[in-house]
T-cell receptor, first 110, second 115 residues
Framework: DQQVKQNSPSLSVQEGRISILNCDYT??????FLWYKKYPAEGPTFLIS?????DKNEDGRFTVFLNKSAKHLSLHIVPSQPGDSAVYFC?????????FGTGTSLTVIP | EAGVAQSPRYKIIEKRQSVAFWCNPI?????LYWYQQILGQGPKLLIQ????????DSQLPKDRFSAERLKGVDSTLKIQPAKLEDSAVYLC?????????????FGPGTRLLVL
């Protein structure tokens, strides 16, 4: 039972343009959401998070939007850079339990 | 600050053999997690420790998997006997846990191939 879904396995974006990565969840008890970035042969690294009491959180080029009514969150990267090419996982948390999506592979084309 | 350390980085075994993975979390981090990530899927939590106590092991296949965290620091995850479907990356993560929601910091993972 996949409670967190990333329906796009891959995404290609031109350098300098916006990258939008999407994530949907089914459990209304999730109250904290995170995005992780993963390079090959490395563990995921934390990127940005958002609490369910907010609908937007921004950190430099990265912004996460949360739409609780739609059970949807998205990560915006502006402007996209070649170094952003990686697999991005969204994760949702309730209590101490974390659930991860299947990941979206982002390729930023120079 | 040193990150989460894991060893070995790669392991190839035959089915029915045993294997153990080791994790050293970030110093001072009370909470330690073991995840299994099968190719094409997101990480799935196997077990969560707070200090040396188990918080959640509901998704750990206890007939073949075991884990311990002696003295609340290092942790070992063991599979005995291994099956083909255990081929995956095993990720260890730790968090500080100050009573608020904490970010997890991941190690590089151990890639297991069961033949």
């Amino acid at each position: 039972d996949q409670q967190v879904k990333q329906n796009s396995p891959s995404l290609s974006v031109q350098e300098g343009r916006i990258s939008i990565l999407n994530c949907d969840y089914t459990n209304s008890m999730f109250d904290y959401f995170l995005w992780y970035k993963k390079y090959p042969a490395e563990g995921p690294t934390f990127l940005i998070s958002i609490s369910s009491i907010k609908d937007k959180n921004e950190d430099g080029r990265f912004t996460v939007f949360l739409n609780k009514s739609a059970k949807h969150l998205s990560l915006h990267i502006v402007p996209s850079q070649p170094g952003d090419s990686a697999v991005y996982f969204c994760a949702a948390c309730t209590g101490n339990q974390f659930y991860f999506g299947t990941g979206t592979s982002l390729t930023v084309i120079p | 600050e040193a990150g989460v350390a894991q060893s070995p980085r790669y392991k190839i075994i035959e089915k029915r053999q045993s294997v153990a993975f080791w994790c050293n979390p970030i110093s001072g981090h009370a909470t330690l997690y073991w995840y299994q990530q099968i190719l094409g899927q997101g990480p799935k939590l196997l077990i969560q420790f707070q200090n040396n106590g188990v918080v959640d092991d509901s998704q750990l296949p206890k007939d073949r998997f075991s884990a311990e965290r002696l003295k609340g620091v290092d942790s070992t995850l063991k599979i005995q006997p291994a099956k083909l479907e255990d081929s995956a990356v095993y990720l260890c993560a730790s968090s500080l846990l100050t009573g608020e929601r904490e970010t997890q910091y991941f190690g590089p993972g151990t890639r297991l191939l069961v033949l």
